[in-house]
Nanobody, 120 residues
Framework: HVQLVESGGGSVQAGGSLRLSCAFD????????MAWFRQAPGKGREGVAF???????NYAWSVKDRFTISKDNDNSTLYLQINSLKPEDTAIYYC???????????????WGQGTQVTVS
């Protein structure tokens, strides 16, 4: 089981920046792939940023060039740097993890509790 705890959400004005953090268990298996998903009001969950075991990253087209995912294995923390925030970025952001190469981008097994980001 992988435990994930997000932090760093908040209310910001359009054009601003936020950095979300996700603390994961130091005993998390090294083969876990991680990602950030979000769920906007009235919409389904959407994967926005992905990082594979070797550090390769991928992004949804809607956030590319504004979002940056990174992972600090020494401190057991996953990050999401969000720049040039737009009102449509308003959502609950979830940290996720899964060892499988396809599932971690579509239906990850492990989810954090989420952190709210509101852009006005």
């Amino acid at each position: 089981h992988v435990q994930l705890v997000e932090s760093g959400g908040g209310s910001v004005q359009a054009g601003g920046s936020l950095r979300l953090s996700c603390a994961f268990d130091a005993y998390t298996p090294a083969n876990v792939r991680m990602a950030w998903f979000r769920q906007a009001p009235g919409k389904g969950r959407e994967g926005v940023a992905f990082i594979d075991r070797g550090g390769a990253t991928n992004y949804a087209w809607s956030v590319k060039d504004r979002f940056t995912i990174s992972k600090d294995n020494d401190n057991s923390t996953l990050y999401l740097q969000i720049n040039s925030l737009k009102p449509e970025d308003t959502a609950i952001y979830y940290c996720t993890a899964d060892p499988a190469p396809c599932e971690f981008m579509t239906r990850p097994r492990y989810w954090g509790q989420g952190t709210q980001v509101t852009v006005s």
